[in-house]
T-cell receptor, first 118, second 107 residues
Framework: GAGVSQTPSNKVTEKGKYVELRCDPI?????LYWYRQSLGQGPEFLIY????????DSGLPNDRFFAVRPEGSVSTLKIQRTERGDSAVYLC????????????????FGPGTRLTVL | KNEVEQSPQNLTAQEGEFITINCSYS?????LHWLQQHPGGGIVSLFM???GKKKHGRLIATINIQEKHSSLHITASHPRDSAVYIC?????????FGKGTRLSVIA
């Protein structure tokens, strides 16, 4: 039984470039969450999906960030015109459901993608 | 003021010691989560609780809803317990995380 996987594990890019980060949730999990973790900080919520739709995208910092989950399984976080301040570990998690609220279900985390913007 | 505060920020213990990590929060919640993050970043969910107490092996988590406070206890600590322990609170809104407590257990 595979857990949550994320690719790539590391991504180094230059300021101004476009990047895509991929998350494969646990099979059958309908809820998928994206978080960002800066050094020495706890994770910060970005967006979560219930099925194919973004149920809450209030954590996306600006319109350079976008995420999709077209078939209700794999999700891609897209960052346009990257800035040095975007450097962080991007974490994905999934849960069986989001019933009861996004914060009320056990979440299973992927290993993260470390993004470095030079 | 952060919605979720953890103490201490850093903790060093000798193998075998009893360890307590505290979490206080300022918002109404439906559930509190304790998570463990090892070097390299992987996060594992330890507990999710909304009342009372839960125990798993050497780990015990308690929560006092009225005082908006939770504790994570580790009995008979071992070097393999060395990690960052993160408290997160949730309700119908997504999780809000504390900054974590870095625990080092020395043999």
């Amino acid at each position: 039984g595979a857990g949550v996987s994320q690719t790539p594990s590391n991504k180094v890019t230059e300021k101004g470039k476009y990047v895509e980060l991929r998350c494969d949730p646990i099979s059958g999990h309908t809820a998928l969450y994206w978080y960002r973790q800066s050094l020495g900080q706890g994770p910060e919520f970005l967006i979560y999906f219930q099925g194919t739709g973004a149920a809450d995208d209030s954590g996306l910092p600006n319109d350079r960030f976008f995420a999709v989950r077209p078939e209700g399984s794999v999700s891609t976080l897209k960052i346009q015109r990257t800035e040095r301040g975007d450097s962080a570990v991007y974490l994905c998690a999934s849960s069986l459901t989001a019933s009861g609220g996004a914060g009320y279900n056990e979440q299973f985390f992927g290993p993260g993608t470390r993004l470095t913007v030079l | 003021k952060n919605e979720v505060e953890q103490s201490p920020q850093n903790l060093t213990a000798q193998e075998g010691e009893f360890i307590t990590i505290n979490c206080s929060y300022s918002v109404g919640i439906s559930a509190l989560h304790w998570l463990q993050q090892h070097p390299g970043g992987g996060i594992v969910s330890l507990f999710m609780l909304s009342s009372g107490k839960k125990k798993h092996g050497r780990l015990i988590a308690t929560i006092n809803i009225q005082e908006k406070h939770s504790s994570l206890h580790i009995t008979a600590s071992h070097p393999r317990d060395s990690a960052v322990y993160i408290c997160a609170v949730g309700r119908d809104t997504p999780l809000v995380f504390g900054k974590g407590t870095r625990l080092s257990v020395i043999a």
